[in-house]
Structures are given as structure tokens and as C-alpha cells.
Nanobody, 116 residues
């Protein structure tokens, strides 16, 4: 079955960096676009970044452009989110997602807290 397992979250000071990883299994990873979403307390889940199956195209939410970078290693079935210049408003649970039509699959999420 499809499994997405996020890791790499934690507590970081404003201006710091974190790298999230999402290990995928149970499907042909290299054939599917991958997404990172986040959900802050009291807010709706929002799309943060997206990468195409081959990694040749990426898209970002305006709020993270220039600070976050999504990448993937199809040999390792893993997608990454490098987060730099973190701000308190980046605090959220971050989720890995893929759609194998018509079903969307989610990981369990990893908590990112940006605070001094």
C-alpha cells in the first residue's frame, strides 16, 4: 500500500533552517508529482510546494518563494523540502502528499515550530 513518511521537523529559531524528508513506498514514485502542504493551528491546510515527477518543474506558495526549495531523489523514493530563513508564521504541521488518481495520499505530518 502507499506510504508516505515525513521526518525532519523540530524547533528552530527565526532565521534558521530545516530540511524535511518524505520517504515514499508502495507506488512508482518516479511517475508522480509530489507536494508539500502545511496546516497551522486554526487554519486550513495550504499547498506549500510542488514538484513534477521528473523534478524538472517546481511551484511555490508566494509566502515561501525564495526561502523554500523542493527537490526529489527518484533513486531513493524521497522528496525534500529545504526551508531557510524560517519565520514564526511558518510554524505548522507539514505534510507530504501525492495523488494517484483519483485518490490523494498523505503522510502523518511533521511538526515545525519557529520560535525564539
Amino acid at each position: 500500500q502507499v506510504q508516505l513518511v515525513e521526518s525532519g521537523g523540530g524547533l528552530v529559531q527565526p532565521g534558521g533552517s530545516l530540511r524535511l524528508s518524505c520517504a515514499a513506498s508502495g507506488f512508482t514514485f518516479s511517475r508522480h508529482a509530489m507536494n508539500w502542504y502545511r496546516q497551522a493551528p486554526g487554519k486550513e491546510r495550504e499547498l506549500v510546494a510542488r514538484i513534477t515527477s521528473g523534478g524538472g518543474s517546481t511551484n511555490y506558495a508566494d509566502s515561501v518563494k525564495g526561502r523554500f526549495t523542493i527537490s526529489r531523489d527518484n533513486a531513493k523514493n524521497t522528496v525534500y523540502l529545504q526551508m531557510n530563513s524560517l519565520k514564526p508564521e511558518d510554524t505548522a504541521v507539514y505534510y507530504c502528499n501525492t495523488v494517484i488518481s483519483p485518490i490523494g495520499y498523505w503522510g502523518q505530518g511533521t511538526q515545525v515550530t519557529v520560535s525564539s
